[in-house]
């Protein structure tokens, strides 16, 4: 694909998939797709469920205030802090320029970077791992140590990240989702699902003690397998943080658009939330 062709194709995997996640969660969610914004906030304590994206191609500067703006304010409507989502690559140049200096008018801090990354990729081989066993998610207590895992990583309290997902039936049974069991401990976490005909790769995650010894790419190629192997799905995407980003090239991911990701800036002038300091849905 054209890489600004793959830019767009991020972001609507995005709202496609986060669709399903925020309505999983939270039936009464606000899903709504308003001119030049995509609202997907389940209002749970799971921050990465509670999502407002920026959706047009080519948004000039002058709309870029207005569409940010208009973001803060639903964001400050809500209960739970979350994120808004800006791929760069569809900002024109004077509104990539305005970006920063339209954001913090907004009442937005930039909490982290991220990366859109696709490829045709699948199948893979199935993979392994010395040190780890696989495990699919399929039971309460598989998906309490798939949330723990996520909230280790990502430095937020376990009670949120369980909220996002300690009860889902969606996640037993739609999503590939695996554990990578060490010793007989959950060490780190992947998971797949079949999106608009792609597989689109969901909260890669390890225990920070565990970092850096290949588990995050070994529990990824395993979600990436076996989700191939049951949808047929050839053509994968996701979004890396930049903790996750030099893991992907390597299973065949190539980058698309540069990511900011801001949360509310509260009255003390920091990120509003204790989990809008922490990185976004892709850390190995």
Known sequence: MHARTDSVESVEQ????????VLDRNPDADVRDLP???????????PFWNCVTLTGDGTGAGPV??????????????????????FEDLLGDEAHAA???????AGLVHAF??????????????????????????TGEHLRAFADVNSL???????????????????????????????????????????????FVLLVATDPQWQRRGYGEAVTRKALHEGAAATGATRATLHATAAGAPVYPRIGFGPNSPMRFYALRNRSGGRQGRAAAGPGPART
């Not at 995005?14 to 996640?21: D, F, N, S, V």
Request: aromatic share 10%.
């Open 153 to 199: 990583a990502y430095g937020f309290p376990p009670e949120d990240g369980r909220d996002g997902l300690a009860w889902s039936l969606l996640w037993k049974h739609r999503v590939y989702a695996y554990l990578g069991v060490r010793n007989g401990t959950p060490v780190t976490c992947a998971a797949t699902m079949e999106v608009e005909g792609r597989l």
């Open 65 to 86: 205030e207005r569409l940010l703006d208009e973001a803060a304010e639903i964001m400050r409507s809500k209960k739970h802090p979350g994120f808004l989502w800006v």
């Open 14 to 21: 995005l709202t496609a998939a986060w669709r399903i996640l």
């Open 36 to 46: 030049g914004i995509a609202v997907r906030w389940a209002d749970c304590r799971f």
């Open 113 to 138: 970077p991220g990366t859109g990354m696709a490829g045709d990729l699948l199948p893979v081989p199935e993979p392994s791992h010395p040190d780890l066993a696989f495990v699919r998610v399929a």
């Open 99 to 105: 970006l920063g200096p339209a954001a913090a008018q």
